[in-house]
T-cell receptor
Framework: GENVEQHPSTLSVQEGDSAVIKCTYS??????FPWYKQELGKGPQLIID?????GEKKDQRIAVTLNKTAKHFSLHITETQPEDSAVYFC??????????FGTGTRLTVIP | DAGVIQSPRHEVTEMGQEVTLRCKPI?????LFWYRQTMMRGLELLIY????????DSGMPEDRFSAKMPNASFSTLKIQPSEPRDSAVYFC????????????FGQGTRLTVV
């Protein structure tokens, strides 16, 4: 099956700085790459996604980039705020529609 | 819609007992996923159903784990017998299954096996 690797596992940034989380995947047939945010005691929630026919997508302070040749994609959060503190997961959907997650990044935004 | 509903929210059981976790997906969704979350291994896909049929159960750790989806509105994950290493948060998620669509997660069931 698909193997999704995510780095770093933890990330601390000062409020207002940018945060970048990187993921790689193994299945070249994967065509959809969502990012989820998980707050304490809750299930993961989708924050942004990108499809394989697009190289970059932006939604306010959040952007994702995708490099299909290298099989990696990244999440960029600019002007971080304390409420951005959470665990972030990247994921990939394979050709069989299975949804595989990375191991997560715990982001802490220091006020 | 109330979203994906899981029950119970918390379960504490003794080693060797049978545990059944329940999930009601969002109405109209035809894909359902069961995940296990631990600090060490993150979110692991256990099994994936499409149109009530198990498509991929390669993530089910061993024969003690079984999952069913008798109809489009209900699924169960059963562990028998349970062991302390099964302690984790178990999530159910559903999607419209069209490939490249958002998966919605339930609140999870925190299982503790003592």
């Amino acid at each position: 099956g698909e193997n999704v690797e995510q780095h770093p596992s933890t990330l601390s940034v000062q409020e207002g700085d940018s945060a970048v989380i990187k993921c790689t995947y193994s299945d070249s047939a994967s065509n959809y790459f969502p990012w989820y945010k998980q707050e304490l005691g809750k299930g993961p929630q989708l924050i942004i996604d990108i499809r394989s026919n697009v190289g970059e997508k932006k939604d306010q302070r959040i952007a994702v980039t995708l490099n299909k040749t290298a099989k990696h994609f990244s999440l960029h959060i600019t002007e971080t705020q304390p409420e951005d503190s959470a665990v972030y997961f990247c994921a990939a959907i394979t050709g069989a529609n299975n949804l595989f997650f990375g191991t997560g990044t715990r982001l802490t935004v220091i006020p | 819609d109330a979203g994906v509903i899981q029950s119970p929210r918390h379960e504490v059981t003794e080693m060797g007992q049978e545990v059944t976790l329940r999930c009601k997906p969002i109405s109209g969704h035809n894909s359902l996923f069961w995940y296990r979350q631990t600090m060490m291994r993150g979110l692991e896909l256990l099994i994936y159903f499409n149109n009530n049929v198990p498509i991929d159960d390669s993530g089910m750790p061993e024969d003690r784990f079984s999952a069913k989806m008798p109809n489009a509105s209900f699924s169960t994950l059963k562990i028998q017998p349970s062991e302390p290493r099964d302690s984790a948060v178990y999530f159910c998620a559903s999607s419209s299954g069209q490939g490249g669509t958002e998966a919605f997660f339930g609140q999870g069931t925190r299982l503790t096996v003592v």
